[in-house]
């Protein structure tokens, strides 16, 4: 697969960290299975991992969390 954003590096797995921001809460996930372009660093995550992410700071803006840095956990 070439990559989609600059057309020249193809995407390779690896490891990231991902920082998302919901209702004014800031999780941070280090660790995160990803497809990263070797030419511009686009990161390509699939649907199981974008599903854990989105559930589990969710789940982080439940309890009350403004600040949370986790290692994904593993399914």
């Given at each position: 697969?070439t990559c989609?954003?600059?057309?020249?590096?193809?995407?390779?797995?690896?490891?990231?960290?991902?920082?998302?921001?919901?209702?004014?809460?800031?999780?941070?996930?280090?660790?995160?299975?990803?497809?990263?372009?070797?030419?511009?660093?686009?990161?390509?995550?699939?649907?199981?991992?974008?599903?854990?992410?989105?559930?589990?700071?969710?789940?982080?803006?439940?309890?009350?969390?403004?600040?949370?840095?986790?290692?994904?956990?593993?399914?």
């Amino acid at each position: 697969m070439t990559c989609l954003t600059c057309k020249v590096g193809t995407p390779e797995a690896g490891l990231t960290t991902v920082t998302l921001e919901r209702d004014g809460a800031i999780i941070v996930f280090k660790d995160v299975p990803a497809r990263i372009c070797s030419n511009c660093g686009e990161k390509y995550f699939d649907a199981e991992i974008t599903n854990r992410l989105l559930t589990q700071a969710q789940d982080a803006v439940e309890k009350g969390a403004e600040l949370e840095v986790v290692r994904l956990q593993a399914a």
